[in-house]
């Protein structure tokens, strides 16, 4: 079976704050980025394919927090960090910091694919990205007045807890192609009001971004510390690897959990090797969909739909 998830962040509005036309353009926003990565393996193609376009949709939608329509620094700029894993090698890249790459996955498989190193940072990044052909931007094309209004309001000191600021966000997918392997990639602006070159769990190979053919791949979003502290997705598909968990068990006894406990708030999406998918989130909601040969297809927003 082949199959992707998409998710486009825990961040979400609380319902009672989210329009009936609000709601209808992030679902479409997610639709469009499902429904293209979905295609790719339709087609035969990759899962490591699959996840970029799917990832690449999202970042150049404004209404999430990764590429254009990114949350805003404490100074007022856009830095974003990116990351992606083959499930068949293990071969992995990220990047983190960058501001002036337009699509920040396709710099981390840049780095995956064409360099010796799974991490780059920076004004370095992008000196590597240079000698890829890779897109550049004005660091001013990713900023939106909603994120302007968003990092205001933070910086006052607005106290509300960070998913009602809609502080969270990120975007991500995963997938598993007919061939059997699996992928997964991440992508984000980080937190509203970052500072000191914060970088939170999103380019983290085994906290935000994991997959491996043999257990799962995993796509997290959620506040980065807690994720980071709990090796999140790597912890997911070791249980599953090892302890014999199934992709459920071992999804919500991290999400539900581990993390739970800690005051981590976020949640995951995953694919296992069989191409069952798995979305779990202790916070309001999630914004997700999935689509699988097996024939199905959702996109959801809180916890019944
Ligand atoms: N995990 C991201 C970070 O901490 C943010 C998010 O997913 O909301 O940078």
């Known amino acids: ?55 690449r949709i999202l970042e150049d939608d404004p209404l999430f927090n990764a590429g254009r329509g990114a949350v805003l620094t404490h ?8 990351s992606i894993m083959d499930g068949r090698t293990l071969a992995a890249g990220a990047i983190a910091g960058v501001a002036h790459i337009r699509n920040p996955i396709e710099l981390a498989r840049a780095v995956m694919e064409h360099s010796p190193h799974v991490m780059l940072i920076g004004t370095g990044a992008e000196e590597f990205a240079h000698t890829r052909n890779i897109a550049f931007v004005a660091n001013d094309y990713f900023k939106t007045e909603t994120r302007k209004a968003q990092l205001r309001r933070v910086l006052v000191g607005d106290t509300r807890p960070a998913n009602e600021l809609s502080a969270l966000g990120t975007v991500g ?6 061939a059997g392997n699996l992928a997964a990639a991440t992508s984000t602006g980080g937190m509203t009001g970052k500072r000191y070159g914060r970088v939170g769990d999103s380019p983290i190979i085994g906290a935000g971004t994991y997959a491996d053919n043999g257990s799962c791949a995993i796509s997290a979003t959620g506040h980065g510390e807690y994720f980071i502290r709990t090796a999140v997705a790597h912890d997911i598909c ?15 006894a991290v999400v539900m959990g581990r ?16 191409g069952q998918v798995v979305m779990s989130f202790n916070s309001e909601g999630m914004f997700r969909g999935a689509r699988s040969s097996g024939g199905k297809r959702e996109i959801a927003i809180y916890r019944d739909r």
């Open 1 to 55: 079976m082949h199959a992707i998830a998409i998710h486009g962040g825990a961040g979400t509005l609380p319902r009672a704050e989210m329009t009936p036309d609000q709601e209808a353009t992030y679902r479409a926003g997610l639709a469009a980025a499902l429904d293209a990565g979905y295609a790719v393996l339709e087609d035969g193609g990759t899962s490591l394919d699959a996840v970029t376009v799917a990832v």
């Open 259 to 274: 993390l739970a406990k800690m005051g981590g708030e976020g949640g995951i999406i995953a694919v296992d090797a069989s």
């Open 173 to 178: 997918a995963v997938a598993r192609d007919q």
């Open 238 to 252: 070791a249980r599953v690897a090892y302890g014999g968990a199934t992709l459920q068990q071992a999804a919500d």
């Open 75 to 82: 100074e007022g700029t856009v830095e974003l960090d990116a």
